[in-house]
Nanobody, 115 residues
């Protein structure tokens, strides 16, 4: 069973940047959509950004202009460049792959933005 592993989270001051990456351990075929979600304590998990196999992107209004999602189809990886971070971006970030074989989730990586 393939798994997703996120990296790149951490503590950063408001206005700073972080880059999250997600890689699959094991083979996942025919990945259609790769995405990043986040969940803060007491809140529902929400979509941050997604990208299709063709490169079409979708962003939550709250991160438009600040975050950029990208993917490498050859390596089956997805990244999230986060700039101009705000305290409200503090959350656990999860990557998700929607593939022919199903939906895969990572274990999450903590992003904390100090004001």
């Amino acid at each position: 069973q393939a798994q997703l592993v996120e990296s790149g989270g951490g503590l950063v001051q408001a206005g700073g940047s972080l880059r999250l990456s997600c890689v699959a351990s094991g083979s996942i075929f025919m990945i259609n959509i790769m995405g990043w979600y986040r969940q803060a304590p007491g809140k529902q998990r929400e979509l941050v950004a997604s990208i299709t196999s063709g490169g079409s992107t979708n962003y939550a209004d709250s991160v438009k202009g600040r975050f950029t999602i990208s993917r490498d189809n050859d390596k089956n990886t997805v990244s999230l460049q986060m700039n101009s971070l705000k305290s409200e971006d503090t959350s656990v970030y999860y990557c998700n792959y929607q593939a022919k074989g199903g939906s895969y989730w990572g274990q999450g990586t903590q992003v904390t933005v100090s004001s």
